[in-house]
């Protein structure tokens, strides 16, 4: 029995040491000889693809994946294995070929891809990326640094042992952590290193380590002309190839991430103001050995409203394209493909589905937000058609679903950015991108405005005069109101008065002559389905405190502030752009969005005549109205939490309500109805919103595009 217990414990030690070998560490004996198993590889300007003993060229057809869904940020990894599952057969039957993700992602994704392709004679591929987050390349701006050069070696290794299914990754904070036993390398086409560099950390690098001039390794070299960026980048490289290679005999491509803030192009009217573009990072000066069976390709993230190049360079304001259309972007990418002697993928590109905006497109109006899907859709046939056109190899459309986390530089200033995963922020473009979205509601939504007015049966009005009433409602998403007029709307204006602050407030409006019963911090005007907005009591105008000195005249509003119950009430705007200097004393005026304006239209997603950024539907005898949180200055509506007296704390700080006081005026032909303000009670969902997806109509978009190019390749 003793020497029994005894072999058990030496089977279980050997095995416990054989698995800790096997998943925890990056030892490995270099049995395996010979060429390494390439499935992969490029020629020339074209990526190939071996099937049985053939090689054939294919196009890339990708959409990117991100990490995000409703309640959860994007490092916790929660999207399931189901819910994988059932998207990778969506984005297969979209026509894309290729998916990528910027960082190791949790077990369930390697799981689904795993089982997704195991028996599917047309498998789904992946790009794989290799994170750098925020903190390594701001914290020295030294891409050498232990931070940075240190862990991008670590990590190649790491991402290597996933796609193998070879590793146990104990808690950490830089990405998924678990067991990854799935070997998805048959499936993996290659990886991507890195982010969209910050131009600081570029030019510091090149500044700070200016003595080193080259670097030679057993897979990849530079060229004389290399910086010392990019020579760290040659190393990282190099590294994940023989780590590859010598563990598990095996090569795919591997190119580095990209951006027009860095590429290797001249700019000159960029540079007057900006350092942006002084910072060059050039891939053709990194040279793959022939001991590379594989290849590389040139990766980019390229948009069309930005960099302001496309604007002010005259090579790409003036290219018109075989349409007769103003189009820089398509010369910017003919550019960049002209300068690579290896395949160009653009890895990135993508428009918003939001109501709010972040940059305008001034060429052919690809606007970075306030964007319909179906718009969505259309514009982003064209970009996969420029992208095309322009001779590069394809295109990865940012992004597959929306993603509540994500925040932007204009509106983040209004968000409690630690619990924005729980509402669905649409004056915030960066949330809009994905071809799936998340509505509120675990079916459906809770209100549609739209030629129906069922939602409101179970509602009643919040307040009832001379045959006119207001019900309102909400969710995750939205503040909704029903105006009921019994003789009917036509040719009058109704004014919504809504006192959200207990702070401040007007008690009368100076442009209207209203007065109100309460201090008022929003006005809704509906005057027909051209003249209707939402306007603010000008203290609590959050672009005015906080972008008032870049954008009106210097002036500091903390410095000349208004006064807390003016009776001046602003246009809404959204901060777009400063003035930029476009040659010596020669400057652009800032460019604001008037976000306040409303639009009319039918907002429910199962109708012919869907307008998804639609703010209100006037009907017969009923207005349906919907605006979302941060317009009304939520900064979290899960906790009804609105921005605080911005004067007294010179910025925004978050403050608790459980209710606001909502009025009705009726303007007629010929005087004018007041039905008073009553409180409308608010108590939020805390950390257990509703959700369920939808596919966008641009979906079907980038289904007829991809299949489009699919057919001809």
């Not at 030690?13 to 390494?36: D, K």
């Not at 103001?273 to 980019?300: C, M, R």
């Not at 109006?365 to 064209?382: A, I, S, V």
């Not at 672009?543 to 003016?566: C, G, H, M, T």
């Amino acid at each position: 029995m003793k020497k029994f217990l005894l072999v058990c414990l030496a089977a279980a030690a050997l095995f416990l040491a054989g698995n800790y070998i096997y998943y925890q560490t990056e030892w490995y004996l270099p049995l395996r000889q010979g060429e390494p198993e390439v499935f992969v590889k490029t020629e020339g300007k074209e990526i190939f693809l071996r099937s049985e003993d053939t090689w054939s060229s294919i196009d890339i057809r990708g959409v990117n994946v991100g990490s995000g869904m409703p309640s959860g940020f994007a490092t916790e990894y929660k999207i399931t294995y189901e819910m994988y599952m059932r998207w990778f057969q969506l984005i297969q039957e979209m026509e894309a070929n290729v998916i990528r993700v910027y960082t190791i992602q949790g077990e369930n994704f390697y799981h689904a891809l795993y089982d997704y392709n195991k028996d599917n004679p047309r498998p789904l591929y992946l790009i794989q990326g290799v994170w750098v987050d925020d903190y390594a390349m701001r914290s020295h701006l030294d891409a050498y640094s232990d931070e940075m050069r240190g862990e991008l070696q670590k990590d190649v290794r790491v991402v290597s042992d996933v796609i193998h299914g070879r590793k146990k990754i104990p808690y950490t904070e830089k990405y998924a952590y678990g067991t990854f036993k799935w070997d998805v390398s048959p499936y993996v086409l290659g990886y991507i290193i890195g982010v969209e560099w910050e131009s600081d950390l570029v030019l510091y690098t090149d500044d700070k380590k200016a003595e080193i001039t080259g670097y030679d390794g057993e897979y990849i070299c530079t060229s004389e002309e290399a910086t010392p960026f990019e020579c760290m980048l040659a190393e990282v490289g190099d590294e994940l190839l023989r780590y590859e290679t010598g563990k598990y005999r095996e090569q795919r491509l591997v190119a580095f991430s990209n951006w027009p803030e860095t590429d290797p192009l001249e700019h000159a009217t960029w540079k007057i103001n900006q350092s942006s573009n002084l910072a060059h990072l050039d891939v053709e000066h990194i040279i793959f050995k022939e001991n590379v069976l594989s290849g590389t390709f040139a990766s980019y993230h390229v948009y069309p409203y930005y960099p302001l190049f496309y604007e002010f360079e005259e090579r790409y304001s003036q290219y018109i394209d075989e349409e007769g259309r103003s189009n820089p972007y398509r010369r910017y990418l003919m550019d960049l493909n002209e300068h690579h002697s290896v395949p160009v993928v653009i890895a990135e590109f993508g428009i918003p589905s939001s109501r709010g905006i972040a940059r305008y497109d001034e060429a052919r109006g690809f606007d970075q937000g306030n964007t319909d899907e179906k718009q969505q859709g259309e514009e982003l046939q064209e970009l996969y058609k420029d992208i095309r056109e322009a001779g590069c190899v394809g295109g990865i459309v940012f992004e597959w679903q929306d993603e509540w986390f994500k925040r932007t530089w204009n509106t983040w200033p209004g968000v409690d950015l630690t619990r924005n995963v729980f509402w669905s922020d649409f004056q915030t473009n960066e949330q809009s991108f994905g071809l799936l979205t998340f509505d509120p509601g675990e079916e459906e939504s809770i209100c549609y405005v739209d030629d129906s007015i069922a939602d409101w049966e179970q509602v009643e009005p919040l307040l009832s005069a001379d045959g006119c009433s207001l019900s309102l409602q909400y969710d995750e998403k939205f503040l909704y109101f029903r105006i009921h007029d019994d003789a009917g709307v036509d040719g009058k204006k109704y004014y919504i008065p809504l006192d959200i602050t207990p702070n401040s407030g007007a008690l009368c409006e100076e442009e209207t002559g209203l007065s109100f019963q309460y201090p008022v911090d929003f006005l809704i005007t509906i005057d027909g389905e051209e003249n209707s907005a939402v306007t603010v009591q000008e203290y609590y105008d959050m672009v005015y405190a906080n972008f008032r000195r870049d954008i009106w005249n210097n002036e500091d509003a903390f410095l000349n502030q208004p006064q807390k119950d003016s009776t001046v009430f602003h246009t809404i705007y959204q901060y777009l752009r400063g003035p930029i200097e476009i040659s010596e004393g020669v400057k652009t005026k800032p460019q604001i969005f008037d976000t306040g304006k409303l639009n009319p239209g039918n907002a429910n997603p199962e109708s012919e005549d869907f307008y998804s950024i639609a703010d209100f539907y006037i009907q017969e005898k009923d207005i349906e109205i919907r605006l979302p949180w941060l317009l009304l200055n939520f900064s979290d509506p899960s906790e009804m939490k609105i921005h605080d007296d911005y004067y007294v704390y010179y910025g925004v700080e978050n403050l608790k309500i459980d209710e606001i006081h909502v009025g009705l005026q009726t303007a007629g032909r010929k005087e004018l109805h007041d039905a008073g303000m009553e409180a409308f009670a608010l108590k939020g969902w805390d950390e257990d919103p509703t959700w369920h997806e939808r596919l966008k109509k641009s979906y079907a978009y980038i289904q007829e595009i991809y299949r489009e190019y699919s057919e001809e390749g």
